[in-house]
């Protein structure tokens, strides 16, 4: 089983919203990613965490902030986003090693009004 | 220059036809290389992964490295409506938890 889950999977919130977005993984991958994706782009990485200790970090603005509770569950604390923060939120996990398979899950679309 | 270059498309073709995905990328340090699926609205689903130069078979995908050229492809056998999708080629050196991906090919299977 190679599943990675997200919820929720549409979330709509104003730029003075406080939201998290969450991602979870069974697979005892050991690494755990957020990409951003905006229409007809690649994924962007923001994040990655390597056994829950955040280990790339790709200047993304405060306003985002990552957070790791165990090996399982990757969060993303959003705060005083901008319109132009609108976009698919990835989550992705893999084993620990750099070389590893990424696996995503299916994102959640954020909309800021 | 982007690291790794990919035509965006679209592409069209009819069912059943041989479909040809193709990349170019710069640095020489890339040794894995993926290829990822993603249908509209829904997350990348990861199709093909190989290491080096050589091919990889996987039912009507074959991925295709080779690393004198810089040259990645993805060849679909027998295309289906169900394929159509954005293609998004990746690379990384291994040294990091980094891919680098191509901008993606919409394809259209057209029944």
């Known amino acids: 089983d190679t599943e990675v889950t997200q919820t929720p999977k549409h979330l709509v919130m104003g730029m003075t919203n406080k939201k998290s977005l969450k991602c979870e993984q069974h697979m005892g991958h050991r690494a755990m990613y957020w990409y951003k994706q905006k229409a007809k782009k690649p994924p962007e990485l923001m994040f990655v965490y390597s056994y829950e200790k955040l280990s790339i970090n790709e200047s993304v603005p405060s306003r985002f902030s990552p957070e790791c509770p165990n090996s399982s569950l990757l969060n993303l604390h959003l705060h005083a986003l901008q319109p132009e923060d609108s976009a698919l939120y990835l989550c992705?996990?893999?084993?620990?090693?750099?070389?590893?398979?990424?696996?995503f899950g299916p994102g959640t679309r954020l909309t800021v009004l | 220059q982007k690291e790794v270059e990919q035509d965006p498309g679209p592409l069209s073709v009819p069912e059943g036809a041989i479909v040809s995905l193709n990349c170019t990328y710069s640095n020489s340090a890339f040794q894995y290389f993926m290829w990822y699926r993603q249908y509209s609205r829904k997350g990348p689903e990861l199709l093909m992964y190989t290491y080096s130069s050589g091919n990889k078979e996987d039912g009507r995908f074959t991925a295709q490295v080779d690393k004198s050229s810089k040259y990645i492809s993805l060849f679909i056998r027998d295309s289906q409506p169900s394929d159509s999708a954005t293609y998004l080629c990746?690379?990384?050196?291994?040294?990091?938890?980094?891919?680098?991906f191509g901008k993606g090919t919409l394809l259209t299977v057209n029944p």
């Open positions: 992705a996990s893999s084993q620990v090693s750099g070389i590893d398979r990424q696996y």
């Open positions: 990746a690379s990384s050196d291994g040294s990091n938890y980094k891919l680098t």
